[in-house]
T-cell receptor
């Protein structure tokens, strides 16, 4: 039972580089989200999607893009990495708005 | 807009002692409430949730929480903790009913690190 799978687990980028964090879920969930976790700040919502073809911004969207071409996949793109984007990134999915959110194992990103 | 405040960033407690992790929320509409646990280098796992009905909610690993609407609180409790309960705990809120935008997504508190001492 794979659940929510994030790749890569670790990544180091140079300032200005771009990359895509992958997220896939095999539970046929409509809702998917990306969060970043920083010490003392909990998890902050970056972008979310309520279904294929529908995405919207969360609390901290600047510097990130998302797309949702299929129900299963919800990649997060960093357009031009900055040191302020050093963080742990979590992808989550849920069947409905008020049901349990399932989280991936996280991607630890360092921008130097 | 909704927000969550976890009043204690660190809670050390001895093994087999009781513990309470505090959570207060603010929202202009009815809410669903959640507690998640994060073990080191792992993702978040649901402990328990309040959607409606009984205000006392029981979760996994012997944890429970009580929803108090008048005090806008959802404190997490365990009567006797174990070393294995050492982890970070997050309270989260979700607007119930019709909401627009990011209010339809989980809003997390800043987390409480529970450390159980031998």
């Amino acid at each position: 039972n794979a659940g929510v799978t994030q790749t890569p687990k670790f990544q180091v980028l140079k300032t200005g580089q771009s990359m895509t964090l992958q997220c896939a879920q095999d539970m046929n969930h409509e809702y998917m989200s990306w969060y970043r976790q920083d010490p003392g700040m909990g998890l902050r919502l970056i972008h979310y999607s309520v279904g294929a073809g529908i995405t919207d911004q969360g609390e901290v969207p600047n510097g990130y893009n998302v797309s949702r071409s299929t129900t299963e996949d919800f990649p997060l793109r960093l357009l031009s990495a900055a040191p302020s984007q050093t963080s742990v990134y979590f992808c989550a999915s849920s069947r409905q708005q008020n049901t349990e959110a399932f989280f991936g194992q996280g991607t630890r990103l360092t921008v130097v | 807009a909704q927000s969550v405040t976890q009043l204690d960033s660190q809670v050390p407690v001895f093994e087999e002692a009781p513990v309470e992790l505090r959570c207060n929320y603010s929202s202009s509409v009815s809410v669903y409430l959640f507690w998640y646990v994060q073990y080191p280098n792992q993702g978040l796992q649901l402990l328990l949730k309040y959607l409606s009905g009984s205000t006392l909610v029981k979760g996994i690993n012997g944890f429970e929480a009580e929803f108090n609407k008048s005090q806008t609180s959802f404190h997490l409790r365990k009567p006797s903790v174990h070393i294995s309960d050492t982890a970070e705990y997050f309270c989260a809120v979700l607007s119930a009913g019709f909401s627009s935008g990011s209010a339809r997504q989980l809003t997390f508190g800043s987390g409480t690190q529970l450390t159980v001492l031998p």
